[in-house]
């Protein structure tokens, strides 16, 4: 079983940016789909974006398109999330997560980062 440790979370001001990165122990990132996924207070673990280890396919949430860039370092075996233009609805626990099917619903990822925390002050 992978296991999932994100990074790079923090506190920034509306219009900055941060990156997140997720780092795979156990085995490598393989043929996975790995996704990054955030759940602010009161709401539901919605899906932001997700990236094919293998081919480097992507997809994105409509709200993140064009701010966000997911990416992948093969020889770091490392997963980031740059993310631009923040503002404060971007504010929420950011989790990394992985799966062998391509997908952009939680429940079809079995592998989870403890996730990192991003808030965006106004």
């Known amino acids: 079983q992978v296991q999932l440790v994100e990074s790079g979370g923090g506190l920034v001001q509306a219009g900055g940016s941060l990156r997140l990165s997720c780092a795979a122990s156990g085995r490598t990132f393989g043929t996975s789909v790995i996704g990054w996924f955030r759940q602010a207070p009161g709401k539901e673990r919605e899906f932001v974006a997700a990236?094919?280890?293998?081919?480097?396919?992507?997809n994105y949430v409509d709200s993140v398109k064009g701010r966000f860039t997911i990416s992948r370092d093969n020889a770091k075996n490392l997963v980031h999330l740059q993310m631009n233009s923040l503002n404060p609805e971007d504010t929420a626990v950011y989790y990394c997560a992985s799966t062998l099917r391509w997908s952009t619903r939680r429940n079809e990822y079995d592998a989870w980062g403890q996730g990192t925390q991003v808030t965006v002050s106004s």
């Open positions: 990236v094919r280890w293998s081919t480097g396919f992507t």
